[in-house]
């Protein structure tokens, strides 16, 4: 596994010893000149002296899209991702919410191992963190010979290899066919290899600046639609499960992004949110970054949630998702399923958060969405496996990390381009909606 890094400093830390670093070396000068990177605005950009160590120098080595990286995330401890051109470090998520570890992810390989293992979870993070580890070796790669069809080969293989980490996810095999598609473009057009990795590079740092612009006006869209929603109500009481807020995504988050966005508006009251088993992402996770917030918030056990609906004013359930399906069956957290059911008998409305992303028009139920299974270590022990044995030993488990919540048990699909709803019917009609949206 990559080597671990302590975090006891924020991003503006991280940019001060970056560019300290940068010119105590002699790689660049404190003059400034402006320059437009890819689709985005005009940035200041640092401007380069030398570096020898990049193969990437005269196709311009963007220390300036660093800090554009850097700066589109929340300016918090809580980042999942840290990722400056060349370098990306993950946070160690299976050590939170006790220790602050940082991972350096060197190429392919770790992130694939990093997926697998949990070290960073959320389907938006997992797509993200899986392209940024391959633009990391791709801008190490010194000496490659072959042709730029033999450099977008290559890449298209690591793509293939990190699909396999978490199958269930949607945004990582739609984060990979987008960058495949990109690199052979790219190879078509290249006239050395250097620029069909530098095409790779820019296109997985888009996504991490994409992400976070994504989440919050999921967070927009879900507050002021579920205000619309509750009129008669002052004050609102949700309840969420797992975690999907900064540590799963790039930033601000999904149905915590909504959270997020009801508690800046005011009409928050409380947050509920579940503790998650077997791997606790609501407890160490969800609970950290609520608690971080400032946002008032309630820890409940998985199965309290059907007499917190009975008992408590809940107005809505937000849940984010892995997969949704063409008409709206979500794939999600293992228990989601269970909280839909719940809500459905005590008349809560259950709201899925997520962007566009996680949905693949590709199947018409979710009956065709492939669900993950986890080792049983999980259930048998503590701390999501890695703490002390409490299950008998010799004892069967079945353990899936996903459930799938059919579409008429679902109130509304917040997304970035707003929220899709039904028409009268037991089903979403998300590949019209898609298009509307892209035609917009």
């Not at 689709?39 to 030398?50: E, G, K």
């Not at 919410?97 to 959320?122: F, H, N, S």
């Not at 990190?162 to 095999?173: D, G, K």
């Not at 077997?278 to 917030?293: C, I, K, M, W």
Request: charged share 20%; glycine share 6%; with cysteine.
């Amino acid at each position: 596994m990559a080597k671990p890094k302590n975090a006891k400093s924020g991003v503006w830390m991280d940019i001060i010893q970056l560019v300290w670093g940068l010119h105590s070396n002699g790689l660049i000068s404190f003059d400034t000149m402006s320059k437009k990177v890819g689709n985005s605005a005009n940035i200041s950009r640092l401007r380069l002296r030398r570096a020898p160590h990049s193969r990437f120098t005269s196709l311009r080595f963007a220390v300036a899209s660093d800090f554009q990286s850097m700066a589109s995330q929340p300016d918090s401890s809580l980042q999942a991702i840290r990722y400056h051109r060349g370098s990306l470090q993950l946070l160690d998520q299976r050590k939170l919410p006790l220790d602050t570890i940082y991972l350096e992810i060197q190429d392919a390989a770790e992130g694939w191992e990093a997926i697998r293992e949990m070290v960073v979870r959320g389907a938006p993070a997992i797509a993200i963190a899986a392209a940024l580890s391959l633009a990391v070796e791709a801008s190490k790669l010194e000496g490659f010979s072959g042709t730029p069809n033999d450099a977008a080969s290559f890449l298209k293989t690591k793509l293939e290899y990190l699909v396999s980490s978490r199958p269930t996810a949607v945004n990582l095999s739609d984060a990979a066919t987008k960058l495949t598609e990109i690199v052979t473009n790219a190879a078509a057009t290249a006239t050395d290899t250097n620029q069909v990795f530098l095409a790779y590079i820019e296109a997985a740092e888009v996504m991490l600046e994409d992400d976070v612009a994504s989440n919050k006006s999921i967070g927009s869209y879900g507050s002021s639609f579920i205000q619309n929603q509750q009129k008669e109500s002052k004050k609102l009481s949700v309840l969420t499960h797992c975690n999907t807020g900064s540590l799963a995504t790039a930033g601000f988050g999904t149905a915590l992004g909504v959270i997020r966005a009801l508690h800046a508006d005011g009409v928050l009251e409380r947050a509920y949110c579940t503790e998650t088993r077997p791997f606790n992402q609501g407890s160490r996770l969800t609970a950290y970054e609520l608690v971080h917030d400032k946002i008032p918030a309630s820890l409940i056990a998985d199965s309290a949630a059907a007499a917190l609906m009975k008992t408590r004013s809940i107005h809505a359930v937000i849940v984010g998702a892995d997969r949704v399906a063409a008409n709206g069956d979500t794939a999600n957290k293992i228990g989601t399923y269970s909280l839909a059911l719940s809500a459905k008998h005590h008349g809560v409305q259950f709201y899925v958060a997520a962007p566009l992303t996680s949905v693949d028009l590709s199947l018409s139920s979710g009956n065709e969405i492939v669900i993950e299974e986890r080792s049983p270590k999980e259930l048998l022990n503590t701390r999501g496996g890695m703490g002390e044995q409490v299950a008998a030993s010799g004892i069967c488990v079945w353990n899936p990390a996903f459930d799938v919540t059919p579409a008429n048990l679902i109130s509304g699909i917040i997304t970035e381009k707003g929220v899709i709803t039904k028409s009268g019917n037991d089903f979403f009609d998300i590949k019209g909606f898609v298009h509307k949206s892209m035609s917009n």
